[in-house]
C-alpha cells in the first residue's frame, strides 16, 4: 500500500542522523510439521537479535506470504529464512479488493496474508480463515492490549488475526502554502485552495471522511448518508488536484501541492522528506486502520505460518520493522525500544484524544454496492 518514502528514511536512520536506527508451495504437512533439527545459529549481525532468545526449529517447506508492497523489512526475511530452513515467497497486493479476489481463487496458495479491518471482518463471515493456535505465537504477549481492544471489534476474541501495523487516515499540509487552520476536514472545499488539493483513491477513505465532515457514520447504512456525501465530493471536483496514492506524495514532499488526504503512515514520511509539511486528524473524526496478519483455511504450511507470526512479534524484530516502513506497530516491546523520534511524535503514536474520535472501518455486505455506486459517480466528475 504505500511505503517508498520510507527507504529513504531508513538510510538516514543507518547513518545516525536520526535518533534510531499490500508462489508455489507444495510441501507436505505431516514434513512441515515435523522437527527435525536446530536451525544453524544466526552469524555476522543477526547474533542477538532476538529480544527473548528465541530459537526456531527446521520447519523447512515453502511459506507463500501475500502483502503490501514495501510492507516488511526484507533482510527480516532472510533471518526468518535462516532460521527456520523455510523459503519465503513475498507476493505483494495493491488493494484488499485484489487479495480478496486472490484469496478467492480456487487455487489460491497464499499461507499468510496482511488484509485489513474491514476484510477481515468480511472473511470470518465467509468462513475463510482459520483459527489461530496462540500456543505457537508466545510473542503475541507483547501486542498492547489496547490495541486488540481495538480489533476486538472486527475479529471477536482476536480468534482469526494478530494485528501488524495501524495508523489513522488524516490532512497532510504544507505550513508554507496554507495560512488557514487545519482543524477540520471542511479546508478540503475552501476555494482559496482550488486546485492544490489531493484525494485519497479509495471508495471508503473519501466517501469515510466526508461521512465524517458531514457528521455521518463511517460506516453508514442511510443511502440519503451516502448521496450527501457523494454530492458533496462531486461538488469539491472543481477544486480537486486529483485522486491519487503514490503520486500525491511525491507532489506534496516537492511542494506541488498544498492539501492532501492520506495515511500516517505516509504522512510520517513524508514530514521526514520535508520539514514545512504537517498532518492533522480533523476533529469531525476519522478512521482509525488495522493491517493484521491471517493464516487462510487454504494454507499448507501452517507450522511455517504460525512461526513467521511468533517471529514479526518479537520485540527486537517488530521494532526494526517498525523503523523501516515508518507504520506505527502495536507491538509493545517494540515500543519500549523505539526512540523518542517515534514515541514523542503524534503522526506516529497518536494521542488517546485523537484515537478517541476515530473508529475502524466495518464490513458493509451487501451496502457496499452503494458505496460503490456513489464512487462511480464522483470519480466522473473529476
Known amino acids: 500500500m504505500k511505503k517508498w518514502l520510507c527507504l529513504l528514511l531508513a538510510a538516514v536512520m543507518l547513518l545516525g542522523l536520526a535518533a534510531c536506527e499490500k508462489k508455489g508451495r507444495d510441501s507436505d504437512k505431516e514434513n512441515n510439521a515435523e522437527t527435525v533439527e536446530p536451525a544453524p545459529e544466526p552469524s555476522g549481525d543477526d547474533d542477538g537479535i532476538f529480544a527473548d532468545g528465541d530459537q526456531y526449529s527446521f520447519i523447512g517447506g515453502e511459506l507463500n506470504v501475500l502483502n503490501w508492497g514495501e510492507y516488511i523489512d526484507p533482510e527480516l526475511i532472510e533471518i526468518f529464512e535462516k532460521e527456520t530452513g523455510v523459503t519465503v515467497n513475498y507476493i505483494e497486493m495493491t488493494s484488499n479488493e485484489e487479495m480478496l479476489i486472490k484469496m478467492r481463487s480456487s487455487d489460491s496458495s497464499y499461507d499468510l496474508c496482511f488484509p485489513s479491518d474491514y476484510i477481515i471482518e468480511q472473511m470470518i463471515r465467509e468462513d475463510m480463515l482459520q483459527p489461530l493456535d496462540y500456543s505457537k505465537i508466545p510473542n503475541v504477549k507483547n501486542i498492547d492490549p489496547k490495541m486488540t481492544e481495538i480489533t476486538n471489534v472486527f475479529d471477536p476474541g482476536n480468534k482469526y488475526s494478530v494485528p501488524y501495523m495501524w495508523g489513522t487516515v488524516g490532512i497532510l499540509y504544507n505550513t508554507k502554502k496554507v495560512d488557514d487552520p487545519v482543524t477540520s476536514w471542511g479546508i478540503l472545499w475552501n476555494e482559496k485552495y482550488a486546485g492544490k488539493i489531493w484525494m485519497y483513491d479509495s471508495v471508503r477513505d473519501t466517501i469515510g471522511i466526508t461521512l465524517k465532515y458531514l457528521g455521518y457514520d463511517l460506516n453508514t447504512r442511510s443511502e440519503a448518508e451516502v ?77 511455517a505460518a504460525h512461526a513467521f507470526i511468533n517471529f514479526l512479534n518479537d520485540g527486537k524484530i517488530a521494532a526494526r520493522n517498525t523503523e523501516y516502513i515508518c507504520y506505527s506497530t502495536p507491538n509493545k516491546a517494540a515500543m519500549d525500544r523505539l526512540d523518542a523520534y517515534f514515541t514523542e511524535n ?35 466528475s473529476n
Not at 501541492?257 to 514520511?269: H, L, N, P, R
Not at 473524526?285 to 493484521?292: E, L, Q, R
Open 227 to 303: 448521496a450527501a456525501a457523494r454530492d458533496k465530493l462531486i461538488e469539491q471536483a472543481p477544486l480537486r488536484k486529483g485522486f491519487g496514492t503514490d503520486n500525491m506524495k511525491t507532489s506534496m514532499v516537492n511542494g506541488k501541492a498544498a492539501i492532501a488526504v492520506i495515511y500516517s503512515g505516509d504522512a510520517f514520511a513524508c514530514i521526514e522528506e520535508n520539514p514545512d509539511l504537517a498532518y492533522v486528524v480533523p476533529e469531525e473524526g476519522s478512521n482509525v486502520w488495522f493491517d493484521n496478519v491471517i493464516i487462510p483455511k487454504s494454507a499448507q504450511n501452517i507450522e
Open 346 to 380: 503524534e503522526t506516529y503514536n497518536p494521542p488517546a484524544e485523537v484515537l478517541a474520535r476515530c473508529e475502524v472501518f466495518h464490513d458493509l455486505g451487501d451496502f457496499v454496492e452503494v458505496f460503490n455506486a456513489a464512487w462511480s459517480k464522483i470519480k466522473s
